[in-house]
T-cell receptor
């Protein structure tokens, strides 16, 4: 099993550009999450999904959208990137209250 | 809302010695879970240990153990026989079932350096 994978690993955007981060899990988990980690801080929840076709807002959802069209995939979109969205983004899936994380995507917005 | 506080931004320990990382939390929930995650320079978030609040027995995983004090809302991590590979950021996290999709609330982290 690959576990939780994220694509891409690194990305540089210009202000105003858009992009989509892809998260995939092969563990058949119902719950999936997107977090961001800013320098020197813990992770904060952006959006989450409790099953295929469902999404909900987390602590810091502004400027992001998500979709869960397939159970194994959870997409995070930035429609118009801003420098404040420079961060490391982590995807996770969970089973029996334990979350398993992907390797992260480092995003820089210039 | 839950909060998690890690009061030690940085710590260091000599190889083979024991170190304890502190974590306190605030919640009105009675049923919850607590976790320690390790984040090495590779950036990967690795689950170290998990504690269910309804269990009085402290969780252990090989060289890692916790001291869970529910009344004091304290959840410290003890690393015995420290190894160079333990060098990492350590995050304490809280989760209350059925709260926002079982989201994790993280502390600010403790950077641990294991010295040879």
């Amino acid at each position: 099993n690959a576990g939780v994978t994220q694509t891409p690993k690194f990305r540089v955007l210009k202000t105003g550009q858009s992009m989509t981060l892809l998260c995939a899990q092969d563990m058949n988990h119902e719950y999936m999450y997107w977090y961001r980690q800013d320098p020197g801080m813990g992770l904060r929840l952006i959006h989450y999904s409790v099953g295929e076709g469902t999404t909900a807002k987390g602590e810091v959802p502004d400027g992001y959208n998500v979709s869960r069209l397939k159970k194994q995939n959870f997409l995070l979109g930035l429609e118009s990137a801003a420098p404040s969205q420079t961060s490391v983004y982590f995807c996770a899936s969970s089973y029996l209250y334990t979350q398993y994380f992907g390797p992260g995507t480092r995003l820089t917005v210039l | 809302a839950q909060t998690v506080t890690q009061s030690q931004p940085e710590m260091s320990v000599q190889e083979a010695e024991t170190v304890t990382l502190s974590c306190t939390y605030d919640t009105s929930e009675n049923n919850y879970y607590l976790f320690w995650y390790k984040q090495p320079p590779s950036r990967q978030m690795i689950l170290v240990i998990r504690q269910e609040a309804y269990k009085q027995q402290n969780a252990t995983e090989n060289r890692f153990s916790v001291n869970f004090q529910k009344a004091a809302k304290s959840f410290s991590l003890k690393i015995s026989d420290s190894q160079l590979g333990d060098t990492a950021m350590y995050f304490c996290a809280f989760m209350a079932p059925n709260n926002a999709g079982n989201m994790l609330t993280f502390g600010g982290g403790t950077r641990l350096m294991v010295k040879p």
